[in-house]
């Protein structure tokens, strides 16, 4: 037998399984039952419809309300020097701040998002429905990480049209913000006023809904309560940090 003829053999056999998988193919397609076909297909494309016109923007909405993990950083020695936290040489991430009263405070505040999102707004303060004069409140915000530039620093006056102060004592920056998985770091000036246990929030606003993540600051005089760490691996090994010794 030729090569030639060879050829020929393979390609009839080739041509007799495709005709066997069309035969097989028609055959069921004969047998198959109709309307329960039309049934499956129908309830296919409804729960398609659900879940992405309905059930995935709820779940969205809903992961919106807690966009972030938010923590006030103690960073490390001389990045910057802090005068109410006593620094070592790692940074740490704590829940609860523990502030000297009556002292305008630089504060820095850890942004870990959970989800992408594009912020429209972001305001900070303590006690949205308290109405007390003396609770603390931030008067100025800064970036940390910008030494020179537009977006160094931002107060409530004429140069920054979208800072503000409302009447419950919460700043207000109006920027569109993109977050992704990048940690931010924000910044504030606080004046620390009466001694008390405050609750605060870090808001932000979506196109969608408003989020956010809840803190404390607690105004001692002295301050010696200890801050308790909740970087990872740190809460691990119950790491704390100490307040400063106020002059």
């Not at 008390?196 to 005089?221: N, P, S």
């Amino acid at each position: 037998m030729t090569r030639g003829g060879d050829s020929r053999y393979h390609a009839a056999d080739g041509w007799l399984w495709v005709a066997a998988v069309m035969a097989a193919i028609s055959a069921m397609w004969a047998a198959l039952d109709w309307p329960m076909a039309s049934a499956l297909i129908g309830a296919t494309t409804l729960s398609l419809v659900w879940y992405t016109q309905i059930f995935r923007p709820w779940r969205r909405r809903r992961q919106l309300r807690r966009p972030f993990d938010a923590y006030f950083l103690i960073p490390s020695a001389g990045r910057p020097a802090l005068d109410y936290a006593q620094q070592n040489n790692r940074e740490h991430y704590v829940k609860k701040l523990v502030l000297p009263p009556h002292k305008e405070i630089p504060i820095q505040i850890v942004l870990e998002p959970r989800l992408s999102f594009m912020q429209r707004e972001l305001y900070f303060g303590c006690g949205e429905h308290l109405a007390d004069e003396e609770k603390p409140r931030a008067t100025e915000w800064y970036v940390p990480f910008v030494r020179e530039g537009v977006r160094k620093s931002g107060k409530p006056d004429s140069e920054h049209p979208g800072h503000f102060t409302d009447t419950n004592g919460f700043y207000h920056v109006r920027e569109n913000y993109l977050y992704t998985s990048d940690t931010r770091v924000i910044g504030f000036k606080l004046l620390t006023g009466r001694t008390g246990t405050f609750r605060a929030q870090v808001y932000t606003v979506t196109d969608d809904v408003r989020g956010q993540a809840d803190l404390k600051i607690k105004v001692q005089e002295p301050p010696k309560t200890r801050m308790r760490c909740y970087r990872k691996w740190h809460r691990i090994l119950l790491c704390s940090v100490k307040p400063a010794q106020q002059a």
